[in-house]
């Protein structure tokens, strides 16, 4: 099965290339199958990483980034994939 774990922040006002540069030299202690990283307006960074794992298995995900450089904490999300 296919997993897809998505991370999104977005930056305080100014600081979007700051939390995109911070979520893209995060390593992650295990490499997932594939991993993509996004911004968008009002300083918004997605980091999605595809896994072969049960829907429930604990995976390594982002940290926390430092508080003064997010408007709010992270969401995440857990997908699965869907057969066509």
């Known amino acids: 099965m296919t997993v897809a774990l998505m991370w999104e922040a977005r930056a305080v006002?100014?600081?979007?290339?700051?939390?995109?540069?911070?979520?893209?030299?995060q390593e992650l202690p295990d490499a997932p199958l594939r991993r993509e990283t996004f911004r968008a307006p009002q300083d918004r960074v997605l980091v999605i990483t595809w896994w072969d794992?049960?829907?429930?298995?604990?995976?390594?995900?982002l940290p926390e980034p430092a508080a003064e450089l997010v408007a709010r904490p992270p969401h995440r999300w857990r997908f699965e994939g869907v057969e066509e």
């Open 13 to 25: 006002a100014g600081r979007g290339a700051e939390l995109l540069a911070w979520a893209r030299a």
């Open 53 to 61: 794992a049960a829907y429930d298995a604990e995976l390594p995900e």
